[in-house]
């Protein structure tokens, strides 16, 4: 058995830490010294432990156990997420979930099957929830997965067809040191906020977000953040361009304007490295529609004022500029349209792959964007092979539950949605992360059965049939790598489990026995094997890249291991070989080049994409005629106090709420004209529903824009009919942001393209009751 060291290392999402111990149990979380500005979050992990909301033992929705015990089969969950559980021993909560598993497998094939995951339960190479939910599902025939994320699905998409790759959305990134010596004129579209960098997934080091940021400062570039919300970036010396959300395409076309009329625009890189360039320039000069996309034209969408989109180009055009764009911007209608149009305005600048030119998204969308890489990625569970070839873009989860067999576009195919029967979900919380959850609860109810291995009582915990209690990051052991970052380090468990939680690779082990696929999914190793395992494979492939790690026993009581960054991360900039060479170093795109038009996305024939940049107004947008009943702009950005929803239980992030509930920001003069201020609670809603929120007035936001973080744990009034729209009493976003597809072309989320109206809340504030043990019943 692997033994815990007197100083123990933790790593998480947020950062790594040493655990302070007494009599056995972890009293403090120390981030390492390393770290220049640690995260505040692992001071919620110890207290997640012990939280009210931690799930004790295995539970199963009492009507649906006592269908399964009378022999029947409910065709839909309609109680799930009201009814009471009943809690059972192991053996007989395994026993049930593998025959339902083993029953949808002969009825309707693992095509059935769903298994959700989102990838963010744990930042270890082992206990990762998705990589072992998938593992099990494989080793039991397959299962319908998911494609793409909510982060950057329409980017997925769209930037493989202009530049051929995923490079400069994902990897392979201009580095911040990079960019810290050598970009003059820095322009942040979504800006790049500190909240988002303090997380990473796979774990990280050091934070580095405000070190380039400060050497940015130092050395007099220029940076210019463009949001609705002024602290997207928070550093002494940044000018803030407030803009209205949706419109960031509409401002990026009218700078191209800016550079073709005043003979700025690069020709000569126009036309050695691209292709498409005369049909986007007609387009912006309004050859094809008569709308010429001047800075005049894209004020008035905007809310930008025509002389500072007209100052801005000439600034990127006579200096050595980058274009950084938030990974959130394509969370709206059309998101796919800024990124295309970020990538053409970088490319009439012409200093891609230039010192510190260029364009990437993402920075500061997580702290390991533009960090330095190590020379090689370090082994992770193999997750075996999955003979189901079925899929699902992930934002569809609802749409596939309610509409099964429905055809759908997708990327330039027709697809099918499948008849899905039975959900299987470990690590992450569909009901933080998916829009319109009124719309999502009702989908919900359509599964046979829903399974899910979860720490807290969350809302997807409540919405399950059976739930089986898993440990957390500070109970079980594991290996922490990223490929955002460069370090290996160990990840000790400092506390024994909570009541009679087990890991996930005990609780798939025990299921995969049942249906006669243990040693398949097991291949005879414990968790200490599986580790060991591993680290042999990961010395192998280090030695390949020309660098040793020691043995597994002195890694395992020794410091985390900095690796040597590459060469190229530390000195190269994103497609600086194809910049040198085009013919030599071509794109993988149809034409070899940067594609400013696209003939593939023409074919497609989406009237929703385009086959090059335009502007597509949002359905709901502060210039659209839905203003007359929703004249608010409802931003639900990513939260300070926790890491999407993950322990929004605990002391971190309840500290930051107000009468119990999550804190939307709104101007003085949009809260004055409702008659609220700060501390008030109010009633946010549309026509997909209402919850309330605490307000807290801030001029730092544009006039019509109010502003409420994701990740507070839904709670639902259950004293509202079930076929009424029920009030959030605690302040999710996602009861309000429409379940919508971004375009055709990717089927990404729309989250930020929702509007609301506010109101003052004048009855007696209802309970928050999420954070507390659901009710238990016996058995009838």
Known sequence: ????????????????????????????????????????????????????????????????????????????????????????????????????????????????????????????????????????????????????????????????????????????????????????????????????????????SRHILTENLERLRARGARMISISPIRDDTVVDGVEWLPLRPGTDTALLLAMGHVLLGDGLADRAFLQSHTTGAAQLEAHILGQDDGTPKTPDWAAGITGIPAESIADLARTMAATRSFVMMAWSLQRSDGGEQPYWAAIALAAMLGQIGLPGGGFGFGYASTNGIGNLRPAFSFPALPQLSNPVTDHIPVARIADALLEPGAPYPFNGAERHYPDLRLIY????????????????????????????????????????????????????????????????????????????????????????????????????????????????????????????????DDFWTGPQILLEPTEDSRHGDLMQAFRADPEGAPLTTPSGRIELYSRTIAGFDYDDCPPHPTFLPPQEWLGSEATAHFPLHLMSNQPATRLHSQYDMAGVSRASKVEGREVMRMHPDDAAARGLKTGDVARVFNDRGASLAAV????????????????????????????????????????????????????????????????????????????DQPRFTGRD
């Open 425 to 552: 979900w470990a690590g992450g919380n569909p009901f933080h992360h998916h829009q319109d959850l009124n719309r999502l609860a009702r989908a919900w109810q359509r599964p046979e059965a829903v399974i899910v291995n979860e720490s807290w009582w969350n809302p997807l915990a409540r919405h399950a049939d059976i739930v089986f209690p898993a440990t957390t990051a500070l109970e079980r052991n594991d290996i922490a790598y990223s490929s955002y970052d460069r370090f290996i380090s160990p990840s000790h468990a400092v506390a024994r489990p909570h009541a009679e939680a087990r890991d996930d690779y005990a609780i798939f082990a025990g299921l995969a026995e049942r249906l006669g696929a243990g040693e398949k999914f097991t291949e005879g190793r414990d968790p200490e094997g599986w580790l060991r395992h591993l680290y042999a494979r990961g010395q192998r492939v280090a030695e390949a890249a020309g660098q040793s790690l020691p043995e597994f």
């Open 1 to 204: 058995m692997l033994k815990t060291p007197e100083t123990p290392l933790v790593v998480a999402h947020w950062g790594s830490f040493r655990a302070e111990l007494e009599n056995g149990r972890p009293t403090r979380l120390i981030p390492l010294a390393q770290d220049p500005d640690p995260s505040p979050l692992g001071d919620s992990m110890i207290e997640g432990l012990n939280a009210p909301s931690r799930i004790r033992r295995p539970a199963v929705r009492a009507s649906f156990l006592a269908a399964r015990e009378a022999g029947k089969i409910e065709t839909q969950g309609a109680g799930r997420g009201r009814e009471p559980f009943v809690e059972l021993p192991w053996d007989e909560a395994l026993d049930l979930a593998a025959q339902e598993i083993e029953r949808v497998r002969q009825q309707h094939g693992n095509r059935a099957i769903y298994g959700g995951s989102y990838g963010w339960g744990s930042a270890g190479r082992f206990h990762h929830a998705q990589s072992q939910v998938h593992r099990f599902l494989n080793s039991v025939g397959g299962y319908t997965r998911s494609v793409q994320n909510y982060s950057y699905a329409a980017g997925d998409t769209i930037v493989p067809h202009v530049i051929g790759s995923k490079r400069g959305l994902v990897s392979h990134h201009t580095s911040w040191p990079r960019i810290a010596e050598t970009t003059e004129t820095l322009v942040m579209f979504g800006g790049v906020p500190a909240k988002n960098a303090q997380i990473c997934s796979g774990g990280l």
């Open 696 to 771: 807290e007035t801030y001029d730092g936001l544009l006039p019509g824009v109010v502003q409420l973080s994701t990740g507070a744990w839904w709670d639902p009034d259950p004293t509202a009919p079930s076929d009424a729209l029920p009030l959030d009493r605690h302040g999710n976003p996602n009861v309000l942001c429409p379940d919508r597809r971004t375009s055709k072309l990717s089927q990404g989320p729309s989250a930020h393209s929702c509007l609301v109206e506010v109101e003052a809340f004048t009855d007696p504030l209802p309970p928050v009751e999420v954070f």
